[in-house]
């Protein structure tokens, strides 16, 4: 035992041999990793392509997308490997994915990044409403699509000159005009949604939502009588923690009756 590690270490000691070793040990390594980088160029990869045409703003979903395998030098720039981050987003406002085209991160966006994406939200039959708004008035910003409002009048009862005064003359009004209202978007005042990039600051300028054409034509009444000082309110709810949200609906019938006294609304 002692006479082999004796051999061993002149062995090593000899300045030929390790370099020999040396030489062997760095081609070696060298093989390996120019195989795999070799493999690594050449193996194909499964990715995900479009199965038909895709459409501008078109949600995409499984039935629109399938998969085959590509050499990685296919994959040079944003190409999309994963399906998941393509499942239920939607094509770019400015893109048609052709079909058998690969995924890329520019032409698939989140709905919220589209520039007409509330249109894609209310129901139909109902009318888009925007609410112009502050960060005051959003309680420092905390509105966010998806939450439920409701709408308050403010209004000074100033009597027509034709009727008497009475106890009630110039007194503010302030009431539930309509309950239940879900904001389908919060936008800074160029129409930019303002939640979506967290690391830029974007100050509410309005917030959108659906409500009826008759409750539409009732709002858009209240916003114009400034000669009774009216101001729309905004406040929002905890409706949208609940499993099934109220509908929406008119509050006081009061109020609407008072509205509609006091303005016309011409037929087209």
């Known amino acids: 035992m002692g006479n082999l590690s004796t051999s061993l270490k002149k ?3 000899n300045k030929n041999t390790v370099t020999v070793v040396g030489v062997i040990a760095a081609i070696v390594v060298l093989y390996f990793a120019y195989t795999m980088r070799i493999n690594s160029q050449i193996n194909p990869v499964s990715v995900p392509y ?3 045409q895709i459409n501008p703003g078109t949600q995409i979903t499984e039935s629109m997308i399938s998969t085959r395998n590509v050499p990685p030098s296919m994959l040079e720039g944003d190409v999309i490997q994963n399906i998941g981050e393509i499942v239920d987003k939607y094509s770019a406002a ?3 994915i052709p079909k058998g085209s690969l995924f890329y991160k520019r032409a698939v966006v989140e709905k919220e990044q589209l520039p007409a994406n509330i249109i894609l939200d209310y129901p139909k ?6 609410l112009s708004v502050s ?7 905390s509105v966010y699509p998806g939450n439920y409002i409701d709408i308050y009048l403010k209004a000074v009862n100033k009597l027509d000159n034709n009727q008497k005064l009475d106890a009630d003359a110039d007194k503010i ?5 309509i309950s239940n209202i879900e904001v389908l978007a919060v936008k800074d005042a160029n129409g930019q949604p303002v939640f979506q990039n967290l690391d830029e600051v974007r100050v509410p300028a309005m917030v959108v939502f659906a409500v009826p054409e008759e409750t539409f034509v009732l709002l858009k009444k209240a916003e114009f009588m400034r000669t009774y000082d009216t101001n729309l309110i905004l406040v929002p709810t905890n409706e949208s923690l609940k499993d099934e949200p109220a509908d929406q609906e008119i509050s006081s019938e009061q109020l609407k009756d008072w509205i509609n006294q006091h303005t016309v609304w011409t037929e087209s």
């Open 11 to 13: 062995f090593m000691q």
């Open 125 to 130: 039959g109902y009318v888009l409403y925007n």
């Open 50 to 52: 479009a199965a038909e």
């Open 94 to 96: 400015d893109s048609v």
């Open 135 to 141: 960060t005051a008035s959003t309680y420092g910003n």
């Open 173 to 177: 009004m302030l009431g539930k005009l």
